[in-house]
């Protein structure tokens, strides 16, 4: 699938964005979808996935209990809603996806990229 991220912008500290990704493609139902992010000088960092068959989500620690993400297969899209953001949550938001893969955090390893959408949270 080819993916394509958007939603991201400036918020103040303690709001909220939704990022969204839409796929191409008729098998977007059969993906391991899920979100990294890349803040500057850092290493790039899961955040959040959800399993093509089971429906399970997995977080990463820093962001678990604020962040919430979603797919509806209809429509070919995955979200991630953030809530109570911080300033160490700026970063570029990349999604991703793995054709029947394991969404399960490290073992989640993607095939498909999307261009990534720069999220900026202000103190």
């Known amino acids: 699938v080819q993916l394509q991220a958007s939603g991201g912008g400036l918020v103040q500290a303690g709001g909220s964005l939704r990022l969204s990704c839409a796929a191409s493609?008729?098998?977007?139902?059969?993906?391991?979808i899920g979100w990294f992010r890349q803040a500057p000088g850092k290493e790039r960092e899961f955040v959040a996935s959800?399993?093509?068959?089971?429906?399970?989500?997995y977080y990463g620690d820093s962001v678990k209990g604020r962040f919430t993400i979603s797919r509806d297969n209809a429509k070919n899209t995955m979200y991630l809603q953030m809530n109570i953001l911080k300033p160490e949550d700026t970063a570029v938001y990349y999604c991703?996806?793995?054709?029947?893969?394991?969404?399960?955090?490290?073992?989640?390893?993607?095939?498909?990229w999307g261009q990534g959408t720069l999220v900026t949270v202000s103190s």
């Open positions: 991703a996806a793995k054709y029947r893969g394991i969404a399960i955090m490290d073992q989640f390893i993607p095939d498909s």
């Open positions: 493609g008729r098998t977007f139902s059969s993906h391991a």
């Open positions: 959800i399993s093509w068959s089971s429906g399970s989500k």
